[in-house]
């Protein structure tokens, strides 16, 4: 089992539809971050979050450290959405660069 | 304020060969991560370096594998003999030092690297 799971693996959605990427750790972390990967391979950090909620534009960011889950939704989704959305999370004690990544949740919104 | 750079963006080499892939931290950051992407895999740590200074090797294979930062110039991870196994996109990010543990990365392009 990995130490970081996200589901889905894959997701389609209509334009416009309020979208819910879900990621679950069994390590303990000091941060959880969420980051973009576009079809032609660049990274985009979106959030960095230690507790609570992130919001930036539609992106909205939210980590439950008692259960071990962070979920990452997008509002109103658009088809520049689409992108493999992945959760990495910086294991407690371990270096800040250690991340260790989920596979991903490739995600394809049609307008 | 240019972003992270990595150069080249496509390397092509044939087995035995070495490759030198480059990254230029942003403006201001003194921490370089390297992360590999194999084919249809999720990203994997490799290596945590500050000026001058490694402070987590422990995702590098054993062997072929080194990386530096100099006072000077950019971050170089650097494969020698190379496999076909070493096929793979090679990403390096950079962060800078706020004082708190953990900082957010700022990702490059990556270097896709092909192995013949």
């Known amino acids: 089992k990995n130490e970081v799971e996200q589901s889905p693996q894959n997701l389609t959605a209509q334009e416009g539809e309020f979208i819910t990427i879900n990621c679950s750790y069994s390590?303990?972390?000091?941060?959880l971050h969420w980051l973009q990967q576009h079809p032609g391979g660049g990274i985009v950090s979106l959030f960095m979050?230690?507790?609570g909620k992130k919001k930036h534009g539609r992106l909205i960011a939210t980590i439950n450290i008692q259960e071990k889950h962070s979920s990452l939704h997008i509002t109103a989704s658009h088809p520049r959405d689409s992108a493999v959305y992945i959760c990495?999370?910086?294991?407690?004690?371990?270096?800040?660069?250690?991340?260790?990544f989920g596979k991903g949740t490739k995600l394809s919104v049609k307008p | 304020n240019a972003g992270v750079m990595q150069n080249p963006r496509h390397l092509v080499r044939r087995r035995g060969q070495e490759a030198r892939l480059r990254c230029s931290p942003m403006k201001g950051h003194s921490h370089v991560y390297w992360y590999r992407q194999l084919p249809e895999e999720g990203l994997k740590f490799m290596v945590y370096l500050q000026k001058e200074n490694i402070i987590d090797e422990s995702g590098m294979p054993k062997e072929r594998f080194s990386a530096e930062f100099p006072k000077e110039g950019p971050s170089i991870l650097r494969i020698q003999q190379v496999v076909r196994g070493d096929s793979a996109a090679y990403f390096c990010?950079?962060?800078?030092?706020?004082?708190?543990?953990?900082?957010?990365?700022?990702f490059g392009p990556g270097t896709r690297l092909t192995v013949l």
């Open positions: 990495a999370a910086s294991h407690y004690g371990g270096s800040q660069g250690n991340l260790i």
């Open positions: 390590v303990g972390i000091s941060a």
């Open positions: 990010a950079s962060s800078h030092n706020s004082g708190y543990s953990y900082n957010e990365q700022f």
């Open positions: 979050l230690s507790s």
